[in-house]
Structure formats: structure tokens, C-alpha cells
């Protein structure tokens, strides 16, 4: 009989000392990959923003792209204009003004780009998609609107946390570790209501 309960005792424990583990565990596990994820999401939303400004440049500032395709085949075949002015603009008079048109192709720009990044590349094979997200796809939306009596190009390029946190982190009930976290909310950059390519993390 004294067997069976130092049994009991000793499982007892045992169940008691996981559980404890587990409750210090768990916050810090989830924790370490929210910040690992974010990180490796928020880093792809700046390669498509600067994706984005190389389109408009290409585009001669007619706006953004509304979709990935659209983005990829101007990155890949577009070229950017560059307008050299030789001479001293400010007089009119001077014979000596000339203007040089050069274009380069924005793939090139890319590559300067990416040599010099150190926190983000601009891939175009994976921009399209969510780290961690099992071929999730950020959602895109580029509209014109007048701002301040002007009609402005805006943009706003957004995935749910969801979408890569993961079946077992997006739930819910993992708030009361990070009192911010909703996994339904969106991390995003761009505004539709304003000129603004500012990311919510920032």
C-alpha cells in the first residue's frame, strides 16, 4: 500500500513539476519566435516598399503597383530615367546648357541596392510572399485620392499575424504574454487615407 502512494506522490510531483516548466516555458518560447517572425515579416514589407519606389521611379511617379505581377515585370524589364543638366541651369542665357538622358535598368538599381542593404534584400522570386506564411501572399491595394485638394497616389501593402505566426502561436490566448498581440490584426505600411508608406511597427 505505501508502494502505490509513494506512486501517486511521485507522479503527482512529476505532472506538478511539468506543469511548472511548461508555465515558465511557454511565454518565453513564444516571445523568442513573435520577435524571430516579425522581424523576418517586417523585413520583406520593406523590400516591397522599396520595391514599390523603384516602380514609381520607373513609372515616372504615375503611381504604384496594384498587384505582384504587375510589380515583377517592371522590376525586371523597366528602366529608370536620369536627366543630367550641363551648364548653370539658373540663366537662361547660358549657351552652354545642355541636358543628357541616360536610362538604367531598374534590375540594375536592385543589385546596387542589395549590396549595400544589410537588414533586407529585394528578392522578386519571394516577394510576393509571407515568411513563415506556407505560401500565404501579402495583400496589395495602390488607388488615387484627392488629399489636400490634390490627387495623391497611395498604397497599402498589409497580412494578418495569422498568416505567420503559425497554428499552434496564432491563438488567441497567447495575449496574456504580450497584451498587444492580436492575431487577427494586420501588420502593414501604407494608408489609403494619405500619402503615407509608414509601416505600423515603426
Known amino acids: 500500500m505505501r508502494v502505490i502512494i509513494n506512486l501517486v506522490l511521485f507522479l503527482v510531483i512529476c505532472v506538478l513539476v511539468w506543469t511548472l516548466t511548461s508555465s515558465i516555458q511557454e511565454p518565453i518560447a513564444f516571445n523568442a519566435e513573435k520577435t524571430k517572425r516579425d522581424n523576418a515579416v517586417i523585413n520583406r514589407l520593406k523590400a516591397i516598399r522599396s520595391a514599390q519606389e523603384l516602380f514609381r521611379e520607373a513609372s ?10 504587375s ?7 523597366g528602366k529608370i530615367m536620369t536627366i543630367s543638366v550641363l551648364g548653370n ?4 542665357n ?7 538622358t541616360s536610362y538604367t535598368p531598374v534590375m540594375d538599381r536592385i543589385a546596387e541596392f542589395n549590396s549595400k542593404s ?17 505560401g500565404e501572399t501579402f495583400e496589395i491595394t495602390a488607388d488615387t ?10 498604397l497599402e501593402v498589409k497580412t494578418r499575424k495569422e498568416n505567420y505566426m503559425g497554428e499552434k502561436y496564432s491563438d488567441a490566448r497567447f495575449s496574456r504574454y504580450d497584451a498587444t498581440y492580436d492575431p487577427k490584426s494586420y501588420i502593414k505600411f501604407g494608408d489609403l487615407n ?9
Open 60 to 69: 515616372n511617379g504615375e503611381g504604384y503597383a496594384p498587384d505582384f505581377d
Open 71 to 77: 510589380l515583377e515585370y517592371v522590376l525586371r524589364n
Open 89 to 92: 541651369p539658373d540663366d537662361p
Open 94 to 100: 547660358d549657351p552652354t546648357i545642355t541636358y543628357d
Open 118 to 134: 544589410k537588414d533586407y534584400k529585394i528578392s522578386l522570386d519571394s516577394l510576393r510572399y509571407v515568411p513563415y506564411g506556407n
Open 145 to 154: 485620392i484627392t488629399y489636400q485638394q490634390t490627387l495623391v497616389n497611395v
Open 194 to 202: 494619405a500619402p503615407n508608406l509608414t509601416g505600423n511597427w515603426e
